[in-house]
């Protein structure tokens, strides 16, 4: 018999690479943590030791996924094991019986009632973690920062780059934060009447947040985050069930609506981001861009006549875009004015940033240039990459190229996101070619 030839152990030339099992974890965890702190937070009613417990779930998981393969739910997984986790450490406790007429005799059970209690409550732990994290005993920067790291499930190196601070800072806001809300015994839930109305502000503000980090990433090798964009939205819509006379939540819906109606459009295939003006607008949902415009409407007739909210006023900006079918089309004239009624409503640095892009459409890149060059003067901005970003675009668009440049290559460095970076870095290579053709 002729003998077979052992097989060679290594992979073929054109196999593809074999992914890193700690890094798809840790990518599974990124995604899934938050609905797994939600689901232990309403055990064991401290959002310090349900970030604890998640991340003992992420070690098993890091322990047994190699061992025994990735489940078919991996968020259920990990919801379960620190769900269990949660169980025993309340067993634990000494008033473990005073707990338990607390939380009731479900707590082995993953499934929520079917039913709210109440007909004006939502049985979201999600939406309960949101109200938790924007207690008022907390400080505005304080909710922000624990908002974003238990719900958007960033690390407190990139909360810190989002908001220009110290990363010290950030981490002691957090660590205080959730001491606060265990020392005050802040009940774990959506609050009703006057207390849920003390709290919609922040509340509108953390996820307009979270879905800012999902639609562009302020770190890492991703642009996109689709699963905080849909946890924001769906968030929302929701708040616009419980509080329909609310104008601005209403508001935030809308342009909620309409930025994600671009997500299939805002990357190239290879996960390049894709600027607006190139975007293939047959691609923008319209299914999502009518519900923004029926939101607005809402917020319109909530408003009774009043004059507009943040969100609001956002939300018509971003209608401007979705009804023009080609960039050219865009009523820069209507931005414009937007812009500057949002500036002087609710002035900020970043608005004032984008009424200069609009001005730029108007009056031209020389007007504009001198409302940014006004802004670089503004300590917040010292180092918000997308100062230098739209100075370049600026200059580029004056025939400035070798100023340009050198504008994309500091935005590039300035930036923490990694497809962000190689696009300003694209543009600062064509600004050079352009260069030396003149």
């Known amino acids: 018999m002729e003998q077979q030839p052992a097989p060679d152990p290594r992979p073929a030339p054109d196999a593809p690479p074999v992914p890193d099992p700690r890094t798809a974890i840790e990518t599974v965890f990124r995604l899934e943590s938050p609905r797994v702190i939600a689901a232990v937070a309403r055990v064991v009613r401290d959002v310090g030791i349900a970030e604890e417990l998640a991340q003992d779930a992420l070690v098993a998981a890091l322990e047994q996924w190699p061992r025994d393969g990735v489940p078919d739910n991996p968020g259920a997984w990990l ?23 607390e939380i009731g005799r479900g707590l082995d059970t993953a499934e929520p009632p079917e039913e709210p209690a109440d007909p004006d409550d939502i049985d979201d732990d999600l939406l309960r973690l949101v109200f938790t994290a924007c207690h008022p005993v907390l400080s505005a920067e304080a909710r922000t920062a624990l908002t974003l790291r238990l719900l958007g499930g960033l690390s407190t190196t990139e909360i810190a780059r989002a908001f220009l601070v110290p990363e010290a800072t950030v981490a002691q806001r957090i660590v205080r934060a959730k001491k606060t809300l265990a020392s005050r015994n802040i009940a774990f839930e959506v609050p009703y009447g006057p207390d849920r109305e003390a709290r919609l502000g922040s509340v509108l503000d953390v996820i307009y947040l979270i879905f800012n980090e999902g639609y562009a990433a302020t770190a890492g090798d991703d642009w996109l985050r689709p699963a905080l964009c849909e ?6 819509r929701q708040l616009a069930c419980l509080m329909p006379r609310e104008p601005e939540v209403h508001g935030l819906v809308s ?10 459009a805002r990357t190239a295939p290879d996960g390049t981001p894709v600027l607006l003006e190139d975007q293939d607008r047959r691609r923008w949902n319209r299914m999502l861009i009518a519900r923004g415009i029926a939101a607005l409407g809402l917020a319109r007739r909530a408003a009774a006549g009043g004059l507009p909210g943040r969100y609001a ?13 080609r960039y050219a089309d865009t009523d820069w004239a209507s931005i414009a004015t937007l812009y500057g009624l949002l ?17 730029s459409m108007t009056e ?5 240039l001198a409302l940014v060059d006004a802004l670089t003067a503004v300590p917040a901005l010292r180092d918000y990459h997308l100062l230098p970003s ?22 590039a460095a300035l930036t923490a996101s990694t497809p962000e970076r190689h696009l300003l870095l694209r543009r600062a290579a064509e600004s050079a070619e352009s260069a030396d053709r003149y």
């Not at 919801?79 to 007429?101: C, F, I, M, P, W």
């Not at 031209?364 to 504009?368: L, V």
């Open 79 to 101: 919801t379960a094991t620190a769900r269990h986790r949660a169980v025993d450490l309340v067993r634990r406790r000494e008033n473990y019986s005073r707990k338990l007429q």
């Open 231 to 236: 946890d924001a939205l769906r968030l929302a």
């Open 255 to 264: 342009l909620l609506e309409f930025q994600a109606s671009r997500t299939p």
């Open 313 to 325: 006023l956002q939300a018509a900006i971003a209608a401007c875009h979705a009804h023009a079918y």
């Open 343 to 359: 500036a002087a409503r609710f002035p900020s640095p970043v608005v004032e940033l984008n009424r200069a892009v609009a001005v």
């Open 364 to 368: 031209g890149p020389a007007a504009a």
């Open 390 to 411: 739209v100075r370049a675009d600026l200059l580029s668009r004056l025939g400035r190229a070798a100023e340009a440049r050198a504008e994309f290559e500091r935005a």
